[in-house]
């Protein structure tokens, strides 16, 4: 019996399967690159394949620059080169590669380079957005952290003066602020107390201002009189670097000796501290100088004033004044009006009061300054 007479396969057949191995091997090699999110990954296993599929020398990538196996120096003469792109066509990386001996590339190893490349420009951009999930995620929650942080240095509880009450509220624009506000209670039973505002908003602002609070409390502590306090506090600013001293400070401070009911204020370019007294008419505590920060050497003069039953005292920051209403501002002068038509006994529940008509007066618009402030009245008898 004959033997069969097996045929040679035809060209159509040989390059059909070829073409399959090509598929199964870039199905494979997509399966690979994007079995991970770390960018570093996805470059390494792209690299590898290349080289080990093909054979070939060596190849990196330029950015990040990473390689594997063998590649020539800079500028890479003889190389191949192909781009990666995202979804949109922007250029992400660029893969190079080195053939044996700087031979061309043959047409399957140039179709196969450009088919990874596609896959790997969409596993790169990939890798990169979660990078950059993962950092806005880190952001997120060093912002929250430094948040609670800065809340926890707003005074928590009130100083119990026999005779009066005090209340603070503070509100930043964003994340943290650079708004600053501060009691301190002496052995003697006087009350120190501070309402700042640093130049600018968010982080570096925050950042200018819990440096602020503590040179504040270390001048307190030294028990220097109110306006060289204040002097103080501004030399130790100017001598910072040029960053902080970019961000200057205005604030004003206050002293009160609750046994002879007087107030000793030095206004450092704030805006003005707004004092009732009993019968209704108003004062207003302006600046004596410069904010701090700006001029090395400033002389500012401090304002005594007596505080008898019923006066009522107001600090704020330019956030409460600055609010709008499309294009009105709601004003010193509706702050005040506001502030004389409260006649609650605790100063907790006109600040409410004030609050409640920042929201109102602004409706829909969002908040765009820091708001913090500081209120002060004496017990009628």
Not at 46 to 72: C, K, N
Not at 340 to 348: H, V
């Amino acid at each position: 019996m004959a033997s069969p007479i097996h045929s040679a396969p035809s060209v159509e057949t040989l390059d059909l399967q070829q073409e399959i191995v090509r598929l199964q091997a870039l199905l494979e090699t997509s399966r690979q690159v994007h079995s991970t999110i770390r960018l570093d990954e996805v470059l390494s296993t792209v690299l590898r394949i290349v080289v080990r599929e093909l054979e070939l020398p060596g190849a990196l990538s330029t950015d990040p620059r990473m390689s594997y196996g063998e590649m020539p120096e800079e500028p890479w003469t003889g190389c191949f080169r192909f781009p990666l792109h995202d979804k949109e066509g922007h250029h992400l990386t660029e893969m190079v590669v080195a053939t044996p001996e700087g031979r061309p590339l043959t047409i399957y190893e140039e179709d196969f380079l450009e088919r990874i490349a596609l896959q790997a420009g969409v596993a790169v951009e990939n890798a990169r957005y979660y990078e950059r999930s993962v950092e806005w995620a880190r952001v997120q929650q060093d912002l929250h952290a430094a948040r609670a942080i800065q809340r926890s240095l707003v005074p928590q509880q009130m100083p119990a003066i026999e005779g009066y009450s005090v209340a603070v509220r503070y509100s930043a624009c964003y994340e943290v602020g650079g708004d600053c506000v501060d009691i301190i209670s002496l052995p003697d039973g006087v009350q120190v107390m501070a309402v700042a505002d640093v130049a600018g908003k968010g982080l570096a602002s925050a950042i200018v201002s819990t440096a602020f609070r503590s040179a504040f409390r270390a001048s307190v502590g030294a028990g220097l009189p109110l306006a060289e306090l204040v002097s103080r506090l501004n030399r130790q600013h100017c001598a910072e670097g040029d960053e902080t001293r970019n961000r200057y400070v205005t604030g004003i401070f206050l002293k009160l000796d609750p046994r002879a009911h007087r107030l000793e204020v030095v206004n450092a370019g704030h805006n003005p501290g707004f004092l009732v007294r009993p019968d209704g008419t108003t004062h207003e505590l302006k600046a004596s100088a410069t904010p701090i920060g700006i001029l090395p050497i400033v002389e500012y003069s401090s304002e005594i004033a007596d505080f008898p039953p019923g006066s009522r005292l107001l600090f704020y920051t330019d956030g409460l004044t600055e609010v709008f209403q499309g294009d009105e501002e709601f004003g010193a002068e509706r702050l005040l009006a506001t502030f004389l038509k409260c006649n609650s006994p605790e100063c907790a529940a006109i600040l409410d009061t004030l609050w409640q008509e920042l929201r109102r007066f602004a409706g829909n618009e969002s908040q765009d300054d820091d708001m913090t402030a500081l209120a002060l009245m004496r017990m009628r008898a």
